[in-house]
């Protein structure tokens, strides 16, 4: 199977910054689109970046100009967070539309990453 795993969370004050990590792994021949997602208790999980394998991007608004996602050859996603607001503080998630072959077919599989905390607080 697939794996993603998070890292890069932590606490930070307002203003500061933090670089989150996907690394993927297992039975995977190409990843199509990857995402971050985020979700604040009792709120909806909401979709903040993704990337797809060509390279465009697409943000939730209020990020803009504050938030970069990239990812590498690697199979790797990141995002840069710069001018962290208390809002921002959720859990987050990568997400990752995963291509597989099985007899000459080829079939996508949507796979979560188990999240890593970002706290923006003063």
């Known amino acids: 199977q697939v794996q993603l795993v998070e890292s890069g969370g932590g606490l930070v004050q307002p203003g500061g910054s933090l670089r989150l990590s996907c690394a993927a792994s297992?039975?995977?021949?190409?990843?199509?689109?990857m995402g971050w997602y985020r979700q604040a208790p009792g709120q909806e999980r909401e979709l903040v970046a993704a990337?797809?394998?060509?390279?465009?991007t697409n943000y939730k608004d209020s990020v803009k100009d504050r938030f970069r996602i990239s990812r590498d050859n690697a199979k790797n996603m990141y995002l840069q967070m710069n001018s962290l607001k208390p809002e921002d503080t959720a859990v987050y998630y990568c997400?990752?539309?995963?291509?597989?072959?099985?007899?000459?077919?080829?079939?996508?599989?949507?796979?979560w990453g188990q999240g890593t905390q970002v706290t923006v607080s003063s």
């Open positions: 997400n990752a539309a995963v291509i597989s072959r099985s007899n000459g077919y080829a079939f996508t599989n949507n796979y």
């Open positions: 297992g039975s995977i021949f190409s990843i199509n689109t």
């Open positions: 990337i797809t394998s060509g390279g465009s």
